[in-house]
T-cell receptor, first 113, second 111 residues
Framework: DTAVSQTPKYLVTQMGNDKSIKCEQN?????MYWYKQDSKKFLKIMFS???????INETVPNRFSPKSPDKAHLNLHINSLELGDSAVYFC????????????FGEGSRLTVL | SQQGEEDPQALSIQEGENATMNCSYK?????LQWYRQNSGRGLVHLIL?????REKHSGRLRVTLDTSKKSSSLLITASRAADTASYFC???????????FGEGTQLTVNP
């Protein structure tokens, strides 16, 4: 069974569209994260939720809106997509907020044309 | 500037050789972690070393931490082609603070 799963794995869309990426973890962890990895492989945290509550909200355009319906799910919705949003988005989870090992999903590659 | 910076950016070796990657950071840390990322995949945790530890081993991996120099190294012994991946260090400044990743070292192990 996949521990942290994200869908879709690939997403190609036009500028201006709205899209969502979904993430689910079956590890029973309290904390989930969204990271963005750019073309140079630099990983930057975007959001972190602990037990459905937002605990980290980096300087991310408000076109990005995370939503955590329960502690096993963290979705990312992006409005009015721009070319610069093209990247690989990783979901991750950890047992305790910001402590110890992170468990990553396989990533969702978003390409904005 | 980034908290963690790895060097070299890229490393190419022959199977059986040892690979050493370094990570430097700017501020004091609580823990330092190393992750591996195979091409097109997610990151996988390798090892965590606490700020009061100097060395840690896990199989063919050896991690050292020198807090006075604000640096860490990851040694992979007897490398295999399957070790080909990007390796990232990640630090947290205090317990409970966010994890910050370095830029990664791309390791290629040639068979």
């Amino acid at each position: 069974d996949t521990a942290v799963s994200q869908t879709p794995k690939y997403l190609v869309t036009q500028m201006g569209n709205d899209k969502s990426i979904k993430c689910e973890q079956n590890l029973g962890h309290d904390t989930m994260y969204w990271y963005k990895q750019d073309s140079k492989k630099f990983l930057k945290i975007m959001f972190s939720y602990n037990n459905k509550e937002l605990i980290i909200n980096e300087t991310v355009p408000n076109r990005f809106s995370p939503k955590s319906p329960d502690k096993a799910h963290l979705n990312l919705h992006i409005n009015s997509l721009e070319l610069g949003d093209s990247a690989v988005y990783f979901c991750a989870s950890s047992p305790i907020a910001n402590t110890g090992e992170l468990f990553f999903g396989e990533g969702s590659r978003l390409t904005v044309l | 500037s980034q908290q963690g910076e790895e060097d070299p950016q890229a490393l190419s070796i022959q199977e059986g050789e040892n690979a050493t990657m370094n990570c430097s950071y700017k501020t004091s840390i609580n823990n330092l972690q190393w992750y591996r990322q195979n091409s097109g995949r997610g990151l996988v945790h390798l090892i965590l070393i606490r700020s009061n530890e100097r060395e840690k081993h896990s199989g063919r991996l050896r991690v050292t931490l020198d807090t006075s120099k604000k640096s860490s190294s990851l040694l992979i012994t007897a490398s295999r082609a399957a070790d080909t991946a990007s390796y990232f260090c990640a630090t947290d400044k205090t317990s409970g603070s966010r994890l910050t990743f370095g830029e990664g070292t791309q390791l290629t192990v040639n068979p």
